[in-house]
C-alpha cells in the first residue's frame, strides 16, 4: 500500500461503539481507490453479533441520553460542528481518494455538513408539543419523544457528508444514533468517529461499516426503533419490507431520474449553464438529485445543445481526485462503471444521438479508474431505457419538446419524483410548471442547491419524508398525548 498521501490514512479501521473501537467478529475487508486501484487497506465488515452488541451499547445510552438537556445536546452538536471544520481538509481528502470525488468538492461537503449540523443544534427546543383547550379543572396536552436507538445507513456519493450531518437531527432529538458508511467509501467514517469519541457520551453516536448483512440486521433489530436510508430505490424497497415486520417508521432518500425544463422564452445563457451544472459532472453524475433528462423546446434545440456541449469541454476535465484541479472525478467501482457503460450502450443501440463523450478519458495516467467522460445523447425518447431508468453516472439525455401537456406527460411518467428545475422568464408558466410537475424539491431559474431550513425529499418512489429542515427534526420524534382531570 502507498503511504505518501496529504493526509495520514485512519490508523484504526475497526467498529466505534459505547465510546470506544472495536476489533470487528465480522473480520476484515479491503477498500481501494477507485481512480488507481491503490489498495488504501483493511476495513471492517460487521455482522450480525456486532450490530447486536453496538445497539446494545445505544440503548444503553440513550436511557440517560433522552433525559440530557436540550442545550447539553445542542453543546456537543456545536463542538462536533467545529471539529468537523478544524479537520475539513483532511475529511475531503479521505473522501476523495475513496469514493473518486474531487477533493476540493468533498472539503466544501464537510463544511456544508458543519453547517448542517448548527442548524439542528439550534433547533433543539423546537421539539416541542402543546396544549388542548378542554375547559375547567382539566389539562390536556402533548409531547414530543424521541424514538430510542435509531439508525442511519447512507450512500458512497458523499460519504463523510451523510454521516456527519444526518445524525445531527436524530442526536438533537434525544435519540442515539448508529451510522452505517457506504460500503464502497468507509475511510473517512473512521476518522469521523474518533474525532466525535469525546464529543458525545459513550452510546450515543456509534459508526459502523459493513456489506448487506450490516444493514439488515440493523434493519431487523427489535431495539432499532427508526431506519433512515439514503441509498437506491431497490434498497429502498427491501428497508421497507422488512420494516413492515416491525411496523418499524423509515425515512427514505432514494433514486431520481429528475427533469430540467427550458421553456423557448427562458435566458438561454443561464438555461444552459443550468443544465449543464445540474448534471453534477463534478461527481461524475453520482447524485440523486442530478437533472439526468433535458427536456429543450424545439424552437430552441439545436442551439441549446451546441452551447451544452461547449460549455461541458470548458468546465469539466477527468482527473485524479486528489488534484485540486480535478473538475470531474471517477465512478466508485468497477460494478457502477459496468452500469454506466450498459447504458451508454443501450442507447446507442436505441437510436440516441451522441453528441459528446460516451467514452473513457484520453489521459494516461488516468487508465486505472474508472473514468467515463461527460456525456450528452440527444434526440432520447420515452421508450428509451436512458429516459427511463437512473444511471447514477454522467450521462444526460436531452429530449425536444412542443406543447405543454405532451411535456408534462413526459416529465411525471416515470415512478421517480426527487427534483426538478424550470427555466423560463413568464411568470405564469413558472408556477403553473412547478405545480404541475411531480417532485418534492422544485427549482425555477436555478438547480442542484440546497438550502438550510427548506425541507428537501421526493415524490413517488424517490422517497420518504423530509429533511434539511425542522421536519427532520420532528420525524426523529414521537407524539404522546396525556389528558389530565385536575
Not at 470548458?314 to 485524479?320: A, H, P, T, W
Request: with cysteine.
Amino acid at each position: 500500500m502507498h503511504t505518501e498521501h496529504a493526509y495520514a490514512l485512519p490508523e484504526c479501521r475497526n467498529l466505534f461503539y459505547g465510546g470506544r473501537f472495536h476489533v470487528p467478529q465480522g473480520g476484515y475487508g479491503r477498500t481501494l481507490n477507485p481512480a488507481t486501484q491503490e489498495d488504501l487497506g483493511p476495513v471492517s465488515n460487521a455482522n450480525a453479533a456486532d450490530v447486536d452488541a453496538a445497539v446494545q451499547a445505544a440503548h444503553l445510552a440513550f436511557q440517560s441520553w433522552r433525559h440530557t438537556k436540550p442545550a447539553v445536546r445542542a453543546a456537543a452538536l456545536r463542538e462536533f460542528g467545529n471539529r468537523l471544520r478544524t479537520h475539513a481538509e483532511e475529511l475531503g481528502f479521505l473522501d476523495a481518494i475513496n469514493c473518486g470525488n474531487p477533493v476540493r468538492e468533498m472539503a466544501a461537503d464537510v463544511h456544508f455538513a458543519a453547517t448542517q449540523v448548527d442548524y439542528f443544534a439550534g433547533l433543539v427546543h423546537e421539539a416541542k408539543g402543546d396544549t388542548l383547550p378542554m375547559g375547567d379543572g382539566v389539562l390536556n396536552y402533548s409531547v414530543r419523544e424521541p424514538y430510542g436507538v435509531v439508525a442511519r445507513i447512507v450512500a458512497y456519493n458523499h460519504p463523510l457528508m451523510f454521516l456527519a450531518a444526518k445524525l445531527a437531527a436524530a442526536v438533537a432529538a434525544g435519540n442515539t444514533v448508529i451510522l452505517k458508511a457506504a460500503t464502497q467509501a468507509p475511510l473517512s467514517a473512521y476518522r469521523l468517529a474518533t474525532l466525535l469519541q469525546d464529543v458525545f457520551p459513550p452510546g450515543v453516536v456509534n459508526v459502523l461499516s459493513g456489506d448487506t448483512p450490516c444493514g439488515q440486521a440493523l434493519v431487523d433489530h427489535p431495539l432499532v426503533k427508526k431506519v433512515s436510508l439514503i441509498g437506491s430505490t431497490a434498497t429502498g424497497k427491501s428497508i421497507l419490507r422488512s420494516a413492515a415486520e416491525k411496523v418499524m417508521p423509515v425515512s427514505l432518500e432514494l433514486g431520481g431520474k429528475n427533469p430540467l425544463i427550458i421553456c423557448p422564452e427562458a435566458d438561454m445563457d443561464k438555461a444552459i449553464e443550468g443544465a449543464v451544472k445540474g448534471m453534477n459532472f463534478t461527481w461524475a453524475g453520482q447524485s440523486c438529485g442530478s437533472t439526468s433528462r433535458c427536456f429543450v423546446h424545439r424552437s430552441v434545440y439545436d442551439r441549446v445543445i451546441k452551447e451544452m456541449v461547449q460549455k461541458i469541454s470548458q468546465l469539466y476535465r477527468c482527473g485524479l481526485p486528489t488534484d485540486p484541479a480535478t473538475t470531474m472525478g471517477c465512478l466508485v467501482s468497477k460494478a457502477q462503471y459496468e452500469k454506466v457503460m450498459s447504458f451508454i450502450d443501450s442507447a446507442h443501440k436505441e437510436g440516441a444521438r451522441l453528441v459528446c463523450g460516451g467514452v473513457r478519458p484520453s489521459d494516461k495516467a488516468l487508465d486505472n479508474g474508472w473514468f467515463v467522460t461527460a456525456t450528452v445523447f440527444a434526440d432520447v425518447t420515452p421508450a428509451m431505457r436512458l429516459f427511463r431508468e437512473e444511471v447514477f453516472g454522467p450521462v444526460l439525455a436531452v429530449i425536444p419538446w412542443d406543447e405543454e401537456e405532451d411535456l408534462l406527460r413526459m416529465v411525471n411518467g416515470l415512478d421517480f419524483g426527487l427534483t426538478a428545475s424550470i427555466w423560463t422568464k413568464d411568470l405564469a408558466r413558472a408556477h403553473r410548471l412547478a405545480s404541475r410537475v411531480e417532485s418534492g424539491y422544485v427549482w425555477i431559474n436555478h438547480v442542484s442547491a440546497h438550502f438550510i431550513g427548506a425541507d428537501f425529499g421526493g415524490y413517488k418512489q424517490s422517497g420518504l419524508g423530509r429533511e434539511e429542515g425542522v421536519s427532520e427534526l420532528l420525524a426523529w420524534t414521537q407524539t404522546k398525548n396525556v389528558h389530565v382531570v385536575l
